[in-house]
């Protein structure tokens, strides 16, 4: 093939295994059903924080797969093929194993050293192989797969766990034609100065990156309550099963695709204050959800709403992290902002959004929902002041 077709391959590829990319998020709308009807004995706090479980394994599992990388004793590539096939393994676990609450522990930890292993390592070889203009239109692309995944695995999630509980990692098995896609498509590494013998350090992540990744986890803890809760909320105000929680968490995936595919122009007119954007949008959805607990269509405009989110604030922190790395450094920065902070963020938002309300306005939903509004508020507020400063120092050192 040609070096366009090559390209083009490989575009495909990422965006392909980006499609696998939510699996934590497709198997939370059996929360509810696992707390009260599979596991009763266990609280609802207990549960979410197994469900949440991918979140914090993706951290270690992400930060220890970077430094082999790092240091060249482990591929990109063939760190992507082995986290993609961690999800194969899970679909077999769960076939084989779903009596026992550890069992779904073990299920939720494969999930998230899968994600750790092959989430950044994939977003790290689209940084080395293609340049700023088409970083930016993949960033959108992939994001738009990424919750079109989600979407498909909600959906079927909740149909399946109707029939049975554990159905929504029974799905993980649709990667295997990705592990073969992957291996087939993705190159070998880039090498960088130090791989050749040129005698280069390699560079040092600049400063910044960590503000976005800081951004990005708490961005995540935010919009994670509604993923956490939407099951529990639909239960409470009107009664409805998994099935419709499935339905909710998919209008939540259809909102990241249709800001997906506008990201790219969005980003360009608004820049950074993307942010301060995104987070007036969740206040919104979530005082929809409050206002309006019995209203199905309400609910599932404000997931939507919700879900725009997700691929505005994360694709174009990403983004910017992208122009600041090197083939040298570019597997640390994926792990810091594709790894780290959504997984960290997923992990503690039901530690500490759910427990702070709870103390704060006990078991209402409505109360958590209209908090972490009015959270989305003041840091949209501190967002867009910080721009402003930022804009302007910018300004005064140009």
């Known amino acids: 093939m040609t070096k366009q077709q090559n390209n083009k391959a490989l575009m495909f590829t990422i965006v392909l295994i980006t499609f696998m990319q939510m699996p934590q998020f497709a198997i939370m709308p059996a929360t509810n059903l696992i707390a009260t009807e599979v596991f009763p004995n266990l609280s609802l706090p207990v549960v979410q924080?197994?469900?949440?479980?991918?979140?914090?394994?993706?951290?270690p599992a992400g930060v220890a797969v970077a430094m082999l990388v790092r240091y060249g004793l482990a591929s990109k590539k063939g760190m992507t093929v082995f986290g993609l096939s961690l999800l194969v393994l899970t679909g077999l676990v769960a076939l084989a194993l779903h009596t026992q609450f550890w069992q779904l522990c073990l299920m939720n930890i494969?999930?998230?050293?899968?994600?750790?292993?092959?989430?950044?390592?994939?977003?790290?070889?689209?940084?080395?192989?293609?340049?700023?203009?088409?970083?930016?239109?993949m960033s959108g692309a992939t994001f738009?797969?990424?919750?079109?995944?989600?979407?498909?695995?909600?959906?079927?999630?909740?149909?399946?766990?109707?029939?049975?509980?554990?159905?929504?990692?029974?799905?993980?098995?649709?990667?295997?034609p990705i592990v073969i896609v992957a291996i087939v498509v993705i190159p070998k590494d880039r090498k960088t100065r130090s791989d050749d013998g040129g005698g280069g350090e390699r560079?040092?992540?600049p400063v910044t990156v960590y503000y976005f990744t800081l951004l990005i986890v708490v961005f995540m803890i935010i919009y994670n309550v509604a993923?956490?809760?939407?099951?529990?909320?639909?239960?409470?105000?009107?009664?409805?099963?998994?099935?419709?929680?499935?339905?909710?968490t998919a209008f939540l995936m259809v909102g990241g695709v249709a800001a997906g595919f506008v990201f790219p122009k969005l980003s360009q007119v608004l820049r950074d204050h993307l942010f301060t954007v995104s987070f007036v949008i969740l206040a919104i959805g979530f005082s929809l959800m409050n206002l309006f607990p019995a209203s199905l269509p309400v609910t599932f405009a404000a997931t939507f709403i919700c879900g725009t989110t997700m691929s505005l604030l994360v694709p174009r922190c990403i983004f910017n992290v992208s122009n600041l790395t090197d083939p040298s450094n570019s597997a640390t920065a994926t792990m810091l902002v594709c790894c780290i902070a959504p997984g960290a963020g997923h992990f503690l938002s039901p530690v500490i959004i759910t427990n702070l309300t709870l103390a704060l306005g006990g078991e209402s939903t409505r109360y958590r929902f209209q908090f972490t509004a009015f959270v989305c508020l003041a840091l949209a507020?501190?967002?867009?002041?910080?721009?402003?400063?930022?804009?302007?120092?910018?300004?005064?050192?140009?």
């Not at 494969?110 to 930016?136: C, H, Y």
């Not at 797969?145 to 990692?169: C, F, P, Q, R």
């Open 203 to 205: 560079t040092r992540l």
């Open 227 to 248: 993923t956490v809760n939407i099951s529990t909320h639909l239960e409470n105000e009107g009664g409805y099963g998994s099935s419709v929680a499935g339905f909710a």
């Open 110 to 137: 494969l999930v998230g050293i899968a994600i750790g292993i092959f989430v950044p390592n994939a977003q790290s070889i689209m940084f080395d192989n293609f340049d700023e203009k088409t970083r930016q239109l």
């Open 49 to 59: 924080a197994a469900m949440a479980l991918p979140g914090l394994v993706a951290v």
């Open 381 to 398: 507020v501190v967002l867009f002041v910080y721009d402003l400063l930022r804009g302007k120092a910018l300004n005064n050192k140009g």
């Open 144 to 176: 738009s797969s990424m919750n079109g995944g989600g979407l498909i695995m909600s959906l079927i999630t909740g149909w399946l766990t109707t029939i049975v509980w554990y159905g929504g990692h029974l799905q993980m098995l649709i990667a295997i």
